[in-house]
Protein backbone atom coordinates (compact mmCIF):
# COMPACT_ATOMS: atom_id res chain seq x y z
CA UNK A 1 0.00 0.00 0.00
CA UNK A 2 1.09 3.23 -0.80
CA UNK A 3 1.42 6.14 1.49
CA UNK A 4 2.97 9.83 1.48
CA UNK A 5 3.57 11.29 4.58
CA UNK A 6 4.32 14.82 5.09
CA UNK A 7 6.02 16.66 8.25
CA UNK A 8 7.80 19.16 9.36
CA UNK A 9 4.77 21.64 9.33
CA UNK A 10 4.56 24.35 12.64
CA UNK A 11 3.89 27.35 14.13
CA UNK A 12 6.91 29.98 13.02
CA UNK A 13 7.40 33.95 13.35
CA UNK A 14 7.13 35.73 9.98
CA UNK A 15 10.80 36.18 8.46
CA UNK A 16 11.49 32.16 9.45
CA UNK A 17 11.89 29.40 7.63
CA UNK A 18 10.14 26.09 7.87
CA UNK A 19 11.27 22.52 5.38
CA UNK A 20 8.57 20.34 4.88
CA UNK A 21 9.12 16.42 4.37
CA UNK A 22 7.40 14.24 2.23
CA UNK A 23 8.47 10.48 2.83
CA UNK A 24 6.93 7.83 0.24
CA UNK A 25 6.12 3.91 1.19
CA UNK A 26 5.35 1.10 -0.42
CA UNK A 27 6.55 2.33 -4.07
CA UNK A 28 9.36 3.49 -5.73
CA UNK A 29 9.29 7.43 -5.30
CA UNK A 30 11.67 7.77 -7.74
CA UNK A 31 9.08 7.25 -10.93
CA UNK A 32 7.23 10.00 -9.86
CA UNK A 33 6.72 13.43 -10.27
CA UNK A 34 5.83 15.05 -6.43
CA UNK A 35 4.55 18.70 -5.80
CA UNK A 36 3.57 20.30 -2.79
CA UNK A 37 0.52 21.95 -2.86
CA UNK A 38 -1.13 24.28 -0.05
CA UNK A 39 -4.77 25.19 0.82
CA UNK A 40 -5.67 28.37 3.36
CA UNK A 41 -8.44 28.98 4.84
CA UNK A 42 -11.25 29.55 2.58
CA UNK A 43 -9.43 29.42 -0.59
CA UNK A 44 -8.62 26.81 -2.85
CA UNK A 45 -5.64 24.81 -3.77
CA UNK A 46 -2.60 26.18 -5.32
CA UNK A 47 0.46 24.53 -6.89
CA UNK A 48 3.59 25.49 -4.76
CA UNK A 49 5.94 23.33 -6.28
CA UNK A 50 6.77 20.26 -8.64
CA UNK A 51 9.55 18.25 -9.52
CA UNK A 52 9.53 15.43 -12.08
CA UNK A 53 11.65 12.16 -11.77
CA UNK A 54 14.54 13.00 -13.72
CA UNK A 55 14.43 16.76 -11.24
CA UNK A 56 13.30 19.05 -13.08
CA UNK A 57 11.49 21.45 -11.25
CA UNK A 58 8.91 23.75 -11.55
CA UNK A 59 7.36 26.56 -9.52
CA UNK A 60 4.50 29.33 -10.61
CA UNK A 61 5.67 32.41 -10.73
CA UNK A 62 3.74 33.54 -7.39
CA UNK A 63 6.11 30.95 -5.47
CA UNK A 64 9.03 31.69 -7.04
CA UNK A 65 11.97 33.37 -4.52
CA UNK A 66 10.90 31.83 -1.34
CA UNK A 67 10.02 28.22 -1.62
CA UNK A 68 12.66 25.46 -2.65
CA UNK A 69 11.68 21.52 -4.11
CA UNK A 70 14.25 19.17 -3.73
CA UNK A 71 14.20 15.16 -4.10
CA UNK A 72 16.11 12.54 -2.42
CA UNK A 73 15.35 9.59 -4.42
CA UNK A 74 17.48 7.13 -1.64
CA UNK A 75 15.65 8.04 1.38
CA UNK A 76 12.36 8.07 -0.91
CA UNK A 77 11.54 11.72 0.31
CA UNK A 78 10.68 15.12 -1.25
CA UNK A 79 11.31 18.31 0.49
CA UNK A 80 10.06 21.97 0.62
CA UNK A 81 12.05 24.57 1.55
CA UNK A 82 10.51 27.63 2.91
CA UNK A 83 11.99 30.76 3.53
CA UNK A 84 10.98 34.17 4.29
CA UNK A 85 7.49 32.99 5.48
CA UNK A 86 5.01 35.33 5.59
CA UNK A 87 1.17 35.39 7.30
CA UNK A 88 -0.29 34.44 4.07
CA UNK A 89 1.94 31.19 3.17
CA UNK A 90 -0.54 29.63 6.65
CA UNK A 91 -2.24 26.91 5.50
CA UNK A 92 -2.24 23.24 5.10
CA UNK A 93 0.43 21.70 2.55
CA UNK A 94 -0.39 18.72 1.08
CA UNK A 95 2.47 16.28 -1.46
CA UNK A 96 0.82 14.36 -4.22
CA UNK A 97 2.84 12.01 -6.30
CA UNK A 98 1.86 11.15 -9.78
CA UNK A 99 2.92 8.42 -12.16
CA UNK A 100 2.43 7.34 -15.47
CA UNK A 101 3.42 3.49 -15.57
CA UNK A 102 2.93 1.00 -18.71
CA UNK A 103 0.06 -1.40 -18.12
CA UNK A 104 -1.14 0.01 -15.15
CA UNK A 105 -2.11 3.35 -16.18
CA UNK A 106 -1.96 6.68 -13.71
CA UNK A 107 -0.88 6.66 -10.44
CA UNK A 108 -2.24 9.49 -8.33
CA UNK A 109 -1.40 9.72 -4.23
CA UNK A 110 -2.15 12.46 -1.78
CA UNK A 111 -0.75 12.64 1.63
CA UNK A 112 -2.47 14.35 4.57
CA UNK A 113 -0.94 16.80 4.73
CA UNK A 114 1.00 19.28 7.10
CA UNK A 115 -0.33 22.43 8.74
CA UNK A 116 1.34 25.94 8.54
CA UNK A 117 1.15 28.94 10.47
CA UNK A 118 2.98 31.73 10.39
CA UNK A 119 2.39 34.36 12.82
CA UNK A 120 3.50 36.29 15.55
Known amino acids: QVQLAESGGGLVQPGGSLRLSCAAS????????VAWYRRAPGKQRELVAS???????NYPDSMKGRFTISRDNAQNTVYLQMNNLKPEDTADYYC??????????????WGQGTQVTVSS
Open 96 to 109: NAVARVADTGVLDY
Open 26 to 33: GTIFSIYT
Open 51 to 57: ITPGGKI
